[in-house]
């Protein structure tokens, strides 16, 4: 405990963390505490996904690494989170709006081609910006129901949205409509981006060649009108 250097004051926690505070404002002294906190946590969660996103995805990095990049001690990381699968649990959480906010979007042009391009170009930038954090949760899926969610919840959103995007398409196919849908599913698929990139080890380019070869292929027969009828 450090002391107080008046006598008359009892060192409170935030005393002994070092926070400096005007006498008498107790509100305001709590609220400084739980602002200081929040940065810390916020760091130590910024910094394990830098770690991450520069590894590519390797093993989570340990608490000493963490805390030196946020800037803080050891204890605080551990102050926050009871262990570092928690710590990564946090992070993988703030991937949510992430990929909520490529999974919303609606490309509607009338073209197919321009569809196409536009789904290829947003699936093209969310994997290549949570591809390192996304290998690392699909190892943690095995073991932690929350993060087998967050997969779950963000393949049912691009199915969705290849539903939606490509609804014109979809209908012209008829009975076959869920198998076309299944099979873009899979064209646009994290594991087919990592395919590529990891076991063909192709860059970007050749990773959005390929999809768009595969989404065009399973579609151009179904771009026209069906005959007799009107678009």
């Not at 906190?37 to 989570?60: T, Y």
């Not at 954090?133 to 049912?156: D, L, P, Q, T």
Request: glycine share 8%; hydrophobic share 40%.
């Amino acid at each position: 405990m450090v002391s107080s250097p008046d006598k008359g004051v009892i060192p409170t926690p935030a005393a002994n963390a070092g926070f400096l505070f005007d006498e008498g404002d107790g509100e305001e002294t709590f609220d400084g505490r739980r602002l200081r906190a929040a940065r810390n946590r916020d760091a130590v969660v910024a910094a394990v996904l830098s770690i991450i996103r520069e590894q590519g995805g390797g093993p989570i990095p340990g608490a000493a690494e963490v805390a030196d990049r946020a800037g803080v001690s050891e204890r605080t990381v551990f102050r926050h989170f009871a262990d570092l699968d928690s710590l990564f649990l946090a992070a993988a959480s703030q991937q949510r709006p992430v990929l909520a906010g490529y999974l919303a979007q609606r490309p509607d042009m009338k073209e197919l081609e321009k569809r196409i391009a536009s789904v290829v170009r947003l699936r093209s930038r969310m994997f290549e910006e949570i591809g390192p954090i996304r290998r690392v949760a699909m190892r943690f899926a095995e073991r932690h129901g929350s993060v087998a969610r967050i997969v779950n919840e963000a393949n049912r959103a691009g199915r969705q949205q290849l539903a939606e995007v490509f609804a014109p398409e979809l209908a012209q196919a008829g009975r076959a409509k869920s198998l076309v849908l299944d099979q873009l599913e899979i064209a646009t698929s994290w594991g087919t981006w990592e395919t590529v990139r990891l076991e063909l080890q192709g860059g970007p380019e050749k990773a959005r060649k390929l999809m768009s070869t595969m989404m065009t292929t399973l579609l151009a027969s179904y771009a026209r009108p069906a005959r007799g009828s009107r678009r």
